[in-house]
């Protein structure tokens, strides 16, 4: 099966996981009501949390963790594939992964992928923000096998790194997942563009589930939740900052058939990077 109903629901999770859990529950189960076999939820979608000593009490280990009990319990009794955007989780040496959990109909996690790219910044309007001091970051990209699609994991701040999403499309992936809590400043500026040219450099269709509106902890996230397909235009989208669902019917044959018009991933060649920049290194496809 190549076509299926894919949907991405939007969020303004606050600092309460059980409050953040009712209301992942109720979207979840409305994105499956109308049709949906494959459903994300956004970024941190646990708990939106800045303070470090809230967060401490906040995450806890994967086998306790009450989004990943409710994806495999709502996977489980829906019949969907449930991919958690991501959401902090505990690990065994007692640092924090932001974490990405894929779970079947039959209610296991099929994958998981830890957020590479660290969210290092100092913006324009004074916010500053340093996700490196709160989380170990992950080192290994992932592409989940689905029955109908190989979907590639990536989140947030990962957008701006497209060696990532080169390497899963050219280990097959034919969906780009990136599950976000832009800023409203910078998702003003790039959310639509970055994720658009993902689509189209990889000739990927690409689901991007937001968090948006003004939190609890005093962020504010821009929302406008995407679905891309790989020719770049966009399928459906959120058009607000609201919580909400967006569904969009995926018929990966396009993505061949992209890939078939345009084959840049075919046509990538090796180069040698100026010495300036890393001495003796080979990069391929960096300019395509």
């Keep these: 099966m190549s076509v299926f109903t894919a949907a991405a629901i939007q969020m303004r999770s606050g600092m ?39 967060r401490r009490t906040a995450f806890t280990t994967q086998d306790r963790d009450i989004i990943a009990a409710a994806a495999g319990r709502l996977a489980r009794e829906l019949g969907i594939f449930l991919h958690v955007g991501s959401t902090a989780i505990l690990r065994a040496d007692g640092k924090l992964a932001n974490r990405a959990l894929v779970f079947s109909p039959e209610g296991t996690a099929v994958a998981v992928y830890d957020k590479i ?36 994991l990536a989140i947030c701040y990962d957008l701006r790194f497209p060696h990532l999403f080169r390497a899963e499309a050219l280990a097959g992936a034919d969906v780009l997942t990136v599950p976000a809590a832009f800023t409203r400043q910078t998702g003003q500026a790039h959310w639509h563009v970055l994720l658009r040219a993902r689509a189209i450099e990889n000739g990927a269709f690409v689901i991007a589930a937001g968090q948006g509106g003004l939190h609890e902890d005093g962020r504010e996230t821009f929302g406008h939740s995407l679905i891309i397909d790989p020719w770049g235009t966009i399928i459906a989208e959120a058009e607000h900052d609201e919580p909400g669902v967006i569904v969009a019917e995926i018929d990966t044959a396009l993505s061949a058939a992209a890939r078939k018009k345009i084959p840049n991933l075919k046509n990538a060649r090796d180069f040698e990077a100026p010495s300036a920049v890393r001495p003796d290194a080979s990069l391929r496809g960096a300019a395509s």
Aim: proline content about 5%.
């Design 16 to 54: 309460d996981p059980e409050k953040n859990a009712k209301a992942f529950e109720a979207l979840v189960r409305e994105a499956a009501g109308k049709g949906a076999i494959y459903v994300q939820s956004p970024e941190m979608t646990g708990a939106v949390v800045r303070d470090a000593e809230a």
């Design 117 to 152: 790219h660290m969210f290092d910044v100092d913006l324009d309007n004074g916010e500053s923000w340093r996700e490196s001091t709160a989380y170990e970051p992950g080192t290994e990209a992932v592409v989940a096998e689905l029955p109908f699609a190989r979907l590639g």
